[in-house]
């Protein structure tokens, strides 16, 4: 079954970083573009950024623009999300996505999130 398990989460005080990692497994990463969320206390999810099954990236919101990074190892079926300068309104929790298209029809997972905390 598909299954994706996001890792990588904590405390961090502003300005620091954090590489938050997806393993996914159940199904064939290399033909799926993936996508990191996050969701704040109090607020809907939304997205981070996506990433295509070459590697291009998208959808990275202004606010996130030039401070995180999105990456995926094919060989490791694993997606990363690199955040520098982390700001305390970065706090929430982070899930991945994979859109997998079964039997003619487009269905999400998602993993279990880890939490960011961006503190002093």
């Known amino acids: 079954q598909v299954q994706l398990v996001e890792s990588g989460g904590g405390l961090v005080q502003p300005g620091g970083s954090l590489r938050l990692s997806c393993a996914a497994s159940g199904f064939i990463f290399s033909r799926y573009g993936m996508s990191w969320y996050r969701q704040a206390p109090g607020k809907e999810r939304e997205l981070v950024a996506t990433?295509?099954?070459?590697?291009?990236?998208?959808n990275f919101a202004d606010s996130m623009k030039g401070r995180f990074t999105i990456s995926r190892d094919n060989a490791k079926n694993t997606v990363y999300l690199q955040m520098n300068s982390l700001k305390p309104e970065d706090t929430a929790v982070y899930y991945c996505k994979a859109r997998l298209l079964q039997f003619g029809t487009l269905r999400d997972y998602w993993g279990q999130g880890t939490q960011v905390t961006v503190s002093s």
């Open positions: 990433i295509t099954t070459t590697g291009g990236t998208l």
